[in-house]
Every structure is written in structure tokens, then in C-alpha cells.
Nanobody, 122 residues
Framework: QVQLVESGGGLVQAGGSLRLSCAAS????????ISWFLQPPGKERELVAA???????YYPDSVKGRFTISRDDAKNTVYLEMFSLKPEDTAVYYC????????????????WGQGTQVTVSS
């Protein structure tokens, strides 16, 4: 079992930055793909960043150049740095761990955190 706990969310003005953390306990994250998803109110979760155990990264076009995912296996923690935030980035952000065949498919992940709220004001 892996327990994931997100932190770092909050209220920020448009154009601002935040760094989210996803801390794991129970098992090392190093063997898993770790991803961040966002879920705006009333909408489906969507992938914003993924990082594989070897370090390769994936970002959808909507956040490419603005979001950076990184992992510190020694701390068993994954980070999401978000820059140039927009009001449309407002959502609950979740981290997930697993071995998905397709990183954008949330049902292919085994473990999820409880989420952290990010609100971007205009």
C-alpha cells in the first residue's frame, strides 16, 4: 500500500506561482509512474503532468512550459511547480501513483491522494 498526501495548494493571483508536494509513505515511489491531475468543479479529472521512474516527463499542451514535475526519491516526494497560473487552472489537484499503460487514464492508477485546492484569482 502507498499513502499519498498532497500539500501546497492555496489562493494565488493570476500570473503567480505555487509548488505542490506529494509525499508518500508505505512504499517507495521510485518504482511507480507519478502523475498530477486536476479536477475543476463539476468536471472530469485531467492529467497535467506525469513522471516515470526513469525520469521521463509528460505534459499536455495546456500546461507545457508553465508546469514542471520532479521527483525526489530520497524523500519519497514528487513536486509540481506551477508558473504563470491562470484562473482556468483553478481546481483540486491530485497526485496518483501506479503503472499505467496510458498516463492520462486515471483508472489505471493504483493510489490517489486526497487532493489539494488551488484557486487562481483574476
Amino acid at each position: 500500500q502507498v499513502q499519498l498526501v498532497e500539500s501546497g495548494g492555496g489562493l494565488v493571483q493570476a500570473g503567480g506561482s505555487l509548488r505542490l508536494s506529494c509525499a508518500a509513505s508505505g512504499r517507495t515511489l521510485s518504482r511507480y509512474v507519478i502523475s498530477w491531475f486536476l479536477q475543476p468543479p463539476g468536471k472530469e479529472r485531467e492529467l497535467v503532468a506525469a513522471i516515470a521512474s526513469g525520469g521521463s516527463r509528460y505534459y499536455p499542451d495546456s500546461v507545457k512550459g508553465r508546469f514542471t514535475i520532479s521527483r525526489d526519491d530520497a524523500k519519497n516526494t514528487v513536486y509540481l511547480e506551477m508558473f504563470s497560473l491562470k484562473p482556468e487552472d483553478t481546481a483540486v489537484y491530485y497526485c496518483a501513483a501506479g503503472r499505467p499503460n496510458h498516463v492520462a487514464v486515471g483508472t489505471q492508477y493504483d493510489y490517489w491522494g486526497q487532493g489539494t485546492q488551488v484557486t487562481v484569482s483574476s
